[in-house]
């Protein structure tokens, strides 16, 4: 006697194959998934340039000018999924009469530096099938200490400006390959708001260009 198949074997949408193939395309996904969150997570370091309007009394006239800055930033970032992560940080921000974008001498040799430590909230999507680039935006807010000094008004030893206060910065990122890190954003800085009375010394918002690298 001939044995026949049965109706069920045969048939290609029987239920036991269909919810194999299903479990073991859902576990893959999720390893992927699990995987590219930890990819994006991790230490990172970062070098940026920028610069701000300074506006100050420097020999009994109001002086502006507008030094470039140098910014070095690092920390550790952490994604919940491939959309959502959050990172702390730790920032230096540093400029000089000397580099400026008027390409002129500053008279009053000026120096402005500013620490700051902070959290910043990304939110970026995909831009290819492959995740491995992001477009998205970050916003965050920290805490921050200046100090200004100048061959005038403000020796570093003696008179030095300082202040502390609260640090916002927001942006855009590009995320390529996962480690490198393009943003393009803006800092308020704590003389800003610290100092926005006073008629010696005052500072503008510091747009800002930076690479980071996630190890």
């Known amino acids: 006697m001939n044995a026949y198949p049965t109706q069920g074997s045969l048939n290609p949408q029987n ?13 893959e996904a999720i390893r992927e998934r699990q995987k590219l969150v930890r990819q994006k997570s991790g230490k990172y370091i970062g070098v940026g340039i920028g610069g701000f309007q300074v506006k100050k009394a420097y020999k009994e006239q109001n002086q502006i000018s507008f030094p470039a800055t140098l910014s070095l930033k690092g920390g550790v970032q952490t994604f919940f999924n491939k959309n959502i992560g959050i990172r702390g940080f730790f920032g230096l921000d540093m400029a000089t009469g000397f580099i400026n974008y008027e390409f002129a001498k500053d008279p009053s040799h000026s120096f402005y530096s500013m620490f700051s430590l ?6 970026e999507f995909p831009l290819t099938k492959s995740y491995k680039h992001f477009l998205g935006a970050f916003a965050g807010i920290g805490g921050g200490a200046t100090i200004y000094a100048d061959n005038e008004n403000f020796s570093l030893f003696k008179h030095a400006i300082t202040s502390a206060g609260i640090m916002i910065e927001g942006g855009v990122t590009l995320s390529l390959f996962v480690r490198h890190r393009f943003e393009l954003g803006f800092k308020i800085l704590p003389t800003a708001k610290q ?19 996630k190890f």
């Open 15 to 27: 239920p036991s194959i269909l919810e194999e193939k299903n479990e073991g395309y859902s576990i």
């Open 118 to 123: 902070g959290i910043d909230i990304i939110g």
């Open 195 to 213: 100092l926005l009375n006073s008629k010696k010394f005052e500072t503008s918002l510091m747009p800002y260009v930076m690479y980071n690298y």
